[in-house]
């Protein structure tokens, strides 16, 4: 079964840190992009970084960027996001997802283009 498992959420205070992680099974991580969401109660899903299935490209949503890093590992077929400066802003559920195909990055391609989600995991910040 092909499945992305995301873990590393919590409840931290503002200016903690957190590595969130998404492990795939079932499939080949290393030849897709892959994009960490979020969504708040209540407010449309942010992509909030992408990455490349080389690794070498990453995009982020601009009030991220500067305080989260997202990355990959091929061979533990995992791809993290090292989110650094936590705000209570940031508090939302994290889900990842995989591009639908293969050898492809197009940063700001439609959501619809993600075809493998995984379940989410919660982030929240205190202030």
């Known amino acids: 079964q092909v499945q992305l498992v995301e873990s590393g959420g919590g409840l931290v205070q503002a200016g903690d840190s957190l590595t969130l992680s998404c492990t795939a099974s079932?499939?080949?991580?290393?030849?897709?992009?892959v994009a960490w969401f979020r969504q708040a109660p209540g407010e449309g899903r942010d992509r909030v970084a992408t990455?490349?299935?080389?690794?070498?490209?990453?995009a982020y949503l601009d009030s991220v960027k500067g305080r989260f890093t997202i990355s990959r590992d091929s061979a533990k077929n995992t791809v993290y996001l090292q989110m650094n400066g936590l705000k209570p802003e940031d508090t939302a559920v994290y889900y990842c997802?995989?591009?639908?195909?293969?050898?492809?990055?197009?940063?700001?391609?439609?959501?619809?283009?993600?075809?493998?989600w995984g379940q989410g995991t919660q982030v929240s910040v205190s202030s």
């Open positions: 997802a995989a591009f639908g195909k293969s050898f492809l990055y197009i940063p700001d391609s439609p959501d619809s283009d993600y075809d493998l």
């Open positions: 079932g499939r080949d991580f290393s030849i897709y992009s």
């Open positions: 990455i490349s299935y080389s690794g070498r490209y990453t």
